[in-house]
């Protein structure tokens, strides 16, 4: 097979899956208020299926990221991907929230496939910058997915039931998992490993403050996006009535932030070092945390008072992702799969935590708001301190 069509199609067929993977847990957030009407619940009650997807793409983290090293990054990424397309279909068929809730946990394990063996085959097969540039496609297609999912499940609504928005995902991933399995690489050594060199590969993992500070001050920033997904529904069609098509409409600005900073990246990776980019974007992600806070105690009844400092959060969390995610993976000379597992499982224990937290308090607008600027400002806090550190 000619190695620079591979090359090329490889990233783009993993790209397509991992917007599949994002769309999952954005797609079906108009449709909220109509499955927890057909169940007969409260909204509160079903935003507990995002929860249970970020349950379950932290479950096996660390069973994964080993595996991936053992047995290869595709076989473990089509695995999962299998279990991703009969979870989507177990989530069209489902009748009761614990029937959605297990094939929404078992959905996030088939993400966690692609986030950890995915994401670690690009950091072994590229170096620095053609990384680099290959993060930043794949962070901007996973903030597409907030942006567009919510407006094409809206689309959708018209046509069909919630239901249908499952299948859509369903057909949609088939196509790019016949990509991976026909142009994915294989790029780990497949050595044999036993349970005393995983657990001292994470060991020494965990001891590296280096690594953990950067992969944490990742998952808060992360968090806080995740924190905004999870009170969105609430805050603009329950807070301030409007309809599905408008907040999908409103999610656009707010993610194309994202899609901004990291295409800003690419500019200036020659000219910036990665630290300084890094802490540019927190710090201006930190500030715009601040002001949602703000805003939202002070002018709770204008959608600018959340759309706008989201906008200002997402650009500088892209400005900082591709690099920080870099700076984390090289950090360590352990195996890439079992140092994904460890930074996707702090980027999942962090997102969940926040996401229900925000569960917990969503009928409170300001406190909501508060949970995502802190999780930033905390990220940023990291971050210093690890480049004191190092």
């Known amino acids: 097979m000619n190695k620079r069509t591979v090359s090329f199609l490889f990233p783009v067929f993993l790209i397509v899956y991992e917007f599949c993977t994002n769309m999952s847990n ?56 299998l279990l991703f397309l009969l979870s989507a279909l177990g989530c069209a068929m489902a009748s009761t929230l614990g029937w959605l809730m297990i094939a929404r946990f078992v959905q996030g394990i088939g993400v966690c496939s692609m986030m950890v063996a995915g994401y670690a085959s690009v950091h072994d097969v590229y170096e620095d910058r053609k990384a680099i540039h290959i993060l930043v496609w794949m962070g901007s297609a996973a903030v597409i997915a907030p942006a567009i999912g919510p407006v094409l499940g809206g689309l959708l609504l018209l046509f069909t039931s919630w239901r249908g928005i499952f299948l859509t995902l369903f057909l949609i991933s088939i196509l790019a998992l016949i990509g991976l399995w026909r142009y994915m690489p294989e790029s780990a050594s497949c050595e044999r490993l036993n349970l005393k060199q995983i657990r001292l590969a994470y060991v020494r993992i965990v001891s590296n403050s280096a690594f953990i500070l950067s992969a944490l001050s990742f998952g808060l920033a992360y968090g806080g996006v995740i924190g905004w997904i999870t009170v969105s529904p609430f805050l603009l069609m329950e807070h301030l009535q409007l309809t599905p098509t408008q907040f999908g409409l409103m999610q656009i600005p707010v993610f194309g932030g994202y899609i901004l900073g990291a295409q800003l990246v690419k500019v200036l990776l020659d000219k910036m070092h990665m630290q300084r980019l890094i802490a540019w974007g927190l710090g201006f992600s930190a500030c715009f945390g601040g002001l949602l806070a703000a805003l939202s105690y002070f002018f709770p009844q204008y959608v600018f008072s959340f759309v706008l400092p989201m906008v200002g959060y997402t650009l500088g969390f892209g400005f900082a992702a591709a690099p920080l995610n870099r700076i984390t993976m090289t950090s360590t000379s352990e195996q890439k799969g079992a140092a994904m597992a460890i930074f996707y499982l702090a980027m999942a224990v962090t997102g969940t935590l926040i996401s229900l937290i925000s569960s917990i308090i969503i009928e409170s607008v300001v406190s909501s708001c508060i949970i995502i600027g802190v999780s930033v400002v905390c990220s940023f806090a990291l971050n210093a301190l690890r480049r004191r550190l190092v």
Do not use: H
């Open 26 to 81: 954005d797609m079906y957030l108009p449709a909220l208020p109509l499955i927890a009407n057909e169940f007969k619940l409260s909204l509160n009650q079903i935003q507990l299926t995002i929860t249970a997807w970020l349950a379950g793409s932290m479950s096996v983290q660390l069973l994964v990221g080993p595996w991936s090293d053992r047995y290869g990054r595709k076989t473990i990424l089509l695995g999962g991907g």
